[in-house]
């Protein structure tokens, strides 16, 4: 499975699951009048319009070149993220917010219990027992949509730590769903403590300051994503062990003496352009030259295949740019691709 494949399905089980969840937490905050609930019901719909978008960013980034997009459109699936990002500091954080302000400022409303008769059936059950219900439900859904999104990051990282994966990530995807998670599972058991707390000491203080604080926790985890996608807008290089891996190939091309330079910029999670600047042999006529740039292209592409757009320019003077981080990254993989070549 590819990395587009594991994103889409981490993508659609959160989705299936905040739908679910999002309808759980509206109709108990509007029964009961928990505060701390309808926080959790909005963080909950955002949610939802975030993975919304984040499939309509998948389905864009397959769209192919044209006249208009030469390089394509694996960059709708860094644009989309960053939009998610700021929806879910406007719409989740926010709301959290200023309700939690609103209500510790105003007069509380007393928590309303379900009393109604259906069909000749009488059902009644507390505010509190709702609002348990909802919100231990609703922890059970996040903790599925955790638990894929979590195996499919660790896939994607290779077992690194989470932090550095994280801010290092090229494909913000799968993070984003699991920092949605996570922080919807704090969400909830702060949400939880907050019912139980004004539950204990009948205090409408707590569920205000329930709201509050998932407010808070949306807006952090907010601007973290921002980060991370906003350096993937901007553009950020190939990894320093991709790079490593390109020079090995390309210093191990017979015909090639050293790389000058190298560049490289994610286009996308597996969309990269590298531009080198090569050495070769003195004496190399342009025919050879030519042949042996469609030699480095060929091996690096059946390598690495990530690497769309290989540019090589003929250069033994280049500044060195890239070098260092790529050399000391590879180690003796360029010995031992040398020894291997020849």
């Not at 981490?10 to 759980?24: D, E, F, K, P, Y």
């Not at 638990?147 to 730590?161: D, K, L, Q």
């Amino acid at each position: 499975m590819g990395h587009s494949d594991g994103s889409r399905k981490v993508v659609i089980a959160a989705l299936a699951g905040n739908l679910a969840i999002t309808a759980c937490k509206f109709t108990a905050a509007g029964l009961s009048g928990s505060t701390a609930t309808l926080a959790e019901a909005v963080h909950s719909l955002s949610d939802s319009g975030n993975q919304a978008l984040l499939l309509l960013g998948l389905r864009l980034a397959m769209r192919p070149s044209d006249a208009r997009y030469p390089f394509g459109r694996a960059s709708e699936l860094y644009f989309w993220p960053f939009v998610v990002a700021l929806l879910l500091f406007a719409l989740g954080g926010a709301f959290g917010i200023y309700e939690g302000i609103a209500h510790l400022l105003s007069k509380p409303e007393p928590l309303h219990d379900f009393d109604h008769t259906f069909f000749g059936v009488h059902v009644a059950f507390s505010a509190n027992m709702l609002n348990y219900a909802v919100l231990g439900a609703s922890f059970l859904f996040e903790a599925l949509s955790f638990r894929v999104a979590y195996r499919e990051f660790r896939a994607m990282t290779g077992g690194a730590p989470i932090l550095k994966a994280f801010i290092d990530a090229r494909d913000p995807t799968v993070p984003l769903v699991l920092a949605e998670d996570t922080t919807a599972l704090v969400g909830l058991a702060v949400a939880l403590a907050a019912v139980a707390l004004r539950a204990a000491t009948g205090a409408a203080f707590w569920d205000a300051l329930g709201s509050l604080v998932i407010g808070l926790l949306l807006g952090a985890a907010a601007a973290m994503l921002a980060y991370v996608t906003h350096g993937l807008l901007i553009g950020k290089s190939a990894s320093p062990s991709d790079e490593g891996e390109a020079l090995a190939i390309t210093e191990a091309t017979p015909g090639v003496l050293r790389v000058t330079q190298i560049l490289s910029l994610h286009l996308g999670p597996e969309v990269v352009l590298l531009a080198l600047k090569v050495a070769f042999a003195p004496l190399t006529t342009v025919e050879k030259v030519e042949d042996i740039t469609n030699d480095i292209e060929r091996r690096i592409r059946l390598a690495m295949p990530r690497m769309r757009k290989i540019f090589i320019e003929v250069d033994a003077h280049g500044d060195g740019r890239g070098l260092e981080a790529a050399r000391a990254a590879a180690g003796g993989a360029v010995r031992a691709a040398r020894d291997s070549a020849a």
